[in-house]
T-cell receptor, first 114, second 113 residues
Framework: KQEVTQIPAALSVPEGENLVLNCSFT??????LQWFRQDPGKGLTSLLL?????REQTSGRLNASLDKSSGRSTLYIAASQPGDSATYLC?????????????FGSGTQLTVLP | EAQVTQNPRYLITVTGKKLTVTCSQN?????MSWYRQDPGLGLRQIYY???????DKGDVPEGYKVSRKEKRNFPLILESPSPNQTSLYFC????????????FGQGTRLTVV
């Protein structure tokens, strides 16, 4: 059964720092990996989608990498801002089964201090 | 604007009173699903639908029903809600192909007292 782990569970950094969030998964048979942002009590906003054949995706100050063979992905946030404070979730979509369900990590709660 | 819309956003109800949470998407997606999010347990899939009139159980289907009579709508029904169904619920949709992006609704905060 696919398991997704995110480390660290919480992270606090001063404004302006570059930071890396980690995501690991146990089964490399995936279609893609998606990074989401969740603000407290709010919905999930998709940040980046990386297909299994890709190595990285970039959107603005965000860069996500994928190493499928080792079961790892990182989300790099450049020049962090207080508005980046949120919980970041990664999720993988498995190739096996018909459910197409995403398997989520438990998230990294990021706080960017002014 | 491409979106998944859930209603209501917040709901407080009493044990045993039937309720429905609606979900609608405007992207012509075949695949729709419901998740619940609980502290320490993360997001878990309740039910999913591959297309109209095709639904199946996810990991935690007990106490829930769904229907898919139209492609755009996928309501979640709690026939007799109980306090352990207090949770944050999300509806999601995507094309059926496995390599497509999943879109999520804004969530429904349900409290059952």
């Amino acid at each position: 059964k696919q398991e997704v782990t995110q480390i660290p569970a919480a992270l606090s950094v001063p404004e302006g720092e570059n930071l890396v969030l980690n995501c690991s998964f146990t089964d490399s048979a995936i279609y893609n990996l998606q990074w989401f942002r969740q603000d407290p009590g709010k919905g999930l906003t998709s940040l980046l989608l990386i297909q299994s054949s890709q190595r990285e995706q970039t959107s603005g100050r965000l860069n996500a990498s994928l190493d499928k063979s080792s079961g790892r992905s990182t989300l790099y946030i450049a020049a962090s801002q207080p508005g980046d404070s949120a919980t970041y979730l990664c999720a993988v979509r498995p190739r096996s089964g018909s459910a197409r369900q995403l398997t989520f990590g438990s998230g990294t709660q990021l706080t960017v201090l002014p | 604007e491409a979106q998944v819309t859930q209603n209501p956003r917040y709901l407080i109800t009493v044990t045993g009173k039937k309720l429905t949470v609606t979900c609608s998407q405007n992207m012509n997606h075949e695949y729709m699903s419901w998740y619940r999010q609980d502290p320490g347990l993360g997001l878990r899939q309740i039910y999913y639908s591959m297309n109209v009139e095709v639904t199946d159980k996810g990991d935690v289907p007990e106490g829930y029903k769904v229907s898919r009579k139209e492609k755009r709508n996928f309501p979640l029904i709690l026939e007799s809600p109980s306090p352990n169904q207090t949770s944050l619920y999300f509806c999601a949709s995507s094309f059926h192909r496995g390599d497509t992006e999943a879109f999520f609704g804004q969530g429904t905060r349900l409290t059952v007292v």
